[in-house]
T-cell receptor, first 115, second 107 residues
Framework: GAVVSQHPSRVICKSGTSVKIECRSL??????MFWYRQFPKQSLMLMAT?????????EQGVEKDKFLINHASLTLSTLTVTSAHPEDSSFYIC???????????FGPGTRLTVL | QQPVQSPQAVILREGEDAVINCSSS?????VHWYRQKHGEAPVFLMI?????EQKGHEKISASFNEKKQQSSLYLTASQLSYSGTYFC????????FGAGTQVVVTP
């Protein structure tokens, strides 16, 4: 159990375009979803936390207008990188929690490359 | 505040043991351990909640000290499959990951 999917797994886009990444919990209801980005050989950096039906809470330094998060249902959260630039290229990982003590189940990640 | 993990990296031969530490300046509500293989997402290993708790997952076990400020992850008789980066995640108001410990197990 506790499977989280992420789509797409890899995306290459031109600078200035927007990219949407989906995160789904397949076999449980995720009351909370987390979005992380990870640069090579570095730790996961929490970008935002979202609870179903409410606005996401962004970490300091993360632009909420650039990284739009929508947690429309208990099984789906989306991250949209708006007007992407090469410095946004990274590995984006979502995780989902059913609320039990913050145990997080991670999606497989999305590698974004902005040309 | 991000928990402090040590060592930064460790290289082991198959069958050897290793210890990874995760510490905080404040008492923690919980400690989580994850392992991430290259190019993949982290996988949950275990969570510790109580001071003095010890828990195991195959030959990987962890402890949480009485003051709930330090946790250690023990890799016993390491296998090649143990290679990866190990992260501790701590909960102290909000959830944060440590910087990670890269573990390389060689034949």
């Amino acid at each position: 159990g506790a499977v989280v999917s992420q789509h797409p797994s890899r995306v290459i886009c031109k600078s200035g375009t927007s990219v949407k990444i989906e995160c789904r919990s397949l076999d449980f209801q995720a009351t909370t979803m987390f979005w992380y980005r990870q640069f090579p050989k570095q730790s996961l950096m929490l970008m935002a936390t979202s609870n179903e039906g409410s606005k996401a809470t962004y970490e300091q330094g993360v632009e909420k207008d650039k990284f739009l998060i929508n947690h429309a249902s208990l099984t789906l959260s989306t991250l949209t990188v708006t007007s992407a630039h090469p410095e946004d290229s990274s590995f984006y990982i979502c995780s989902a929690s059913s609320g039990e003590l913050y145990t997080q189940y991670f999606g497989p990640g999305t590698r974004l490359t902005v040309l | 505040q991000q928990p402090v993990q040590s060592p930064q990296a460790v290289i082991l031969r198959e069958g050897e043991d290793a210890v990874i530490n995760c510490s905080s300046s404040k008492a923690l509500y919980s400690v989580h351990w994850y392992r991430q293989k290259h190019g993949e997402a982290p996988v949950f290993l275990m969570i510790l909640l109580k001071g003095g708790e010890q828990k195991g997952h195959e030959k990987i076990s962890a402890s949480f000290n009485e003051k709930k400020q330090q946790s250690s992850l023990y890799l016993t008789a390491s296998q090649l499959s143990y290679s990866g980066t190990y992260f501790c995640g701590t909960e102290e108001g909000k959830f944060q990951f440590g910087a990670g410990t890269q573990v390389v197990v060689t034949p």
